[in-house]
C-alpha cells in the first residue's frame, strides 16, 4: 500500500512517500500551509497512487491533546473529507527534536524546510516498523 505522511505544521508541511510492502520512505519537498496546499497534496495523491495518509498526532510531553492537537485533527478531517483518503495519526512527539538533531550531525546549515521533511519520514518510518498486523 502507498502511504503518505504529514508533519504539520501551521506554515509548512513535511512530506514524507511510503510503501507498506517494500518499507521504503523517500522525503518529498516540504508544502507550504495556504491557499494551494489542497490542490498540491490531490495531485501528490493521484500521481503516487496513495491509499492513506498518516498525520502525525502532536501530544504535549505528558501525552496529553493540545491546540496544536486540536487543530491537526480539524486539518485532517477535512483532508478526509474533501480528499476521500483514508486518513491514520500517529504519536509523532519529539520527531521535530530528532530530526533536527540528526540532520544537525551532518554538519551544514540547517533549513527549516529540511527539518519538516525529516520529521515526515520520521513519522512514516515509526509507521512503517509497528508490528505487521497494525497496518
Not at 30 to 49: A, F, S
Request: glycine content about 8%; aromatic content about 4%; charged content about 30%.
Amino acid at each position: 500500500m502507498r502511504v503518505l505522511s504529514i508533519d504539520l505544521g501551521r506554515k509548512r508541511i513535511g512530506v514524507a512517500l511510503g510503501d507498506t510492502e517494500n518499507y521504503v520512505v523517500v522525503g518529498l519537498p516540504t508544502l507550504t500551509n495556504n491557499k494551494d496546499l489542497l490542490d498540491k497534496l490531490k495531485e501528490i495523491i493521484v500521481r503516487e497512487n496513495i491509499q492513506k495518509l498518516i498525520i502525525g498526532w502532536p501530544k504535549t510531553m505528558s501525552g496529553q491533546n493540545g491546540e496544536q492537537t486540536n487543530y491537526t485533527q480539524q486539518w485532517g478531517d477535512r483532508i478526509k473529507r474533501i480528499l476521500h483518503i483514508d486518513v491514520e495519526y500517529i504519536d509523532e512527539r519529539l520527531s521535530s527534536k530528532m530530526a533536527r538533531d540528526s540532520l544537525e550531525s551532518l554538519g551544514g546549515s540547517l533549513k527549516k524546510e529540511d527539518i519538516d521533511q525529516a520529521a515526515a519520514v520520521l513519522i512514516l518510518q515509526g509507521y512503517l516498523d509497528r508490528p505487521k498486523n497494525s497496518i
